[in-house]
T-cell receptor, first 113, second 113 residues
Framework: DARVTQTPRHKVTEMGQEVTMRCQPI?????VFWYRQTMMQGLELLAY????????DSGMPKDRFSAEMPDATLATLKIQPSEPRDSAVYFC???????????FGPGTRLTVL | GENVEQHPSTLSVQEGDSAVIKCTYS??????FPWYKQELGKRPQLIID?????GEKKDQRIAVTLNKTAKHFSLHITETQPEDSAVYFC????????????FGQGTILTVHP
């Protein structure tokens, strides 16, 4: 069955390094969401796109995070430079429209040392 | 913006008992309320959702109720089974945050055999 895919599944890096996470939404879905999950903050929305255009990135630290959709089959989330407090699981989700169910990917577990 | 409070944070029941998780939201214009189940190390998966034009929705052993006046909604699981053990998240979307899901902090449900 169709699923959202994310790569890498795990990433360990050192502070100051650049991290790029990738997401392939379900074919035909036109909305893509990036979430961050931590024990302390729970699930937080970082940014989301509709038809590849960014709609809201207010949840994202602008100085180090950036999100893009180079094409309809690829969304990227980049952190540069990474910091230990960025350690979390980053989920991508996709949907058909804004006000309907979102399907989550398996997540990228990021550890910044 | 929207604020979602979820209770309890942990819930322990015996197999066969019922479990109830409650959420309150702050934005009276919110109109979509999904519930997600997340097993350890896995992605959140939608288990049921409700829109603001209905008061209750059932799907086999799970049901969700919505009280728009009081701005709260609840998840009911009957005849619980050990495989129901997971973290459950409520969320709200719509109104001034259209397209943006705001999640509750989660409830760790443990069903003892």
């Amino acid at each position: 069955d169709a699923r959202v895919t994310q790569t890498p599944r795990h990433k360990v890096t050192e502070m100051g390094q650049e991290v790029t996470m990738r997401c392939q939404p379900i074919l035909g879905h036109n909305t893509v969401f990036w979430y961050r999950q931590t024990m302390m903050q729970g699930l937080e929305l970082l940014a989301y796109f509709r038809n590849r255009a960014p709609l809201d990135d207010s949840g994202m630290p602008k100085d180090r995070f950036s999100a893009e959709m180079p094409d309809a089959t690829l969304a990227t989330l980049k952190i540069q430079p990474s910091e230990p407090r960025d350690s979390a699981v980053y989920f991508c989700a996709s949907g058909l429209e804004l006000a309907v169910e979102q399907f989550f990917g398996p997540g990228t577990r990021l550890t910044v040392l | 913006g929207e604020n979602v409070e979820q209770h309890p944070s942990t819930l322990s029941v015996q197999e066969g008992d019922s479990a109830v998780i409650k959420c309150t939201y702050s934005d009276s214009a919110s109109n979509y309320f999904p519930w997600y189940k997340q097993e350890l190390g896995k992605r959140p998966q939608l288990i049921i959702d409700i829109r603001s034009n209905v008061g209750e929705k059932k799907d086999q052993r799970i049901a969700v109720t919505l009280n728009k006046t009081a701005k709260h909604f609840s998840l009911h699981i009957t005849e619980t089974q050990p495989e129901d053990s997971a973290v459950y998240f409520c969320a709200a979307m719509g109104g001034t945050s259209y397209g943006k899901l705001t999640f509750g902090q989660g409830t760790i449900l443990t069903v003892h055999p």
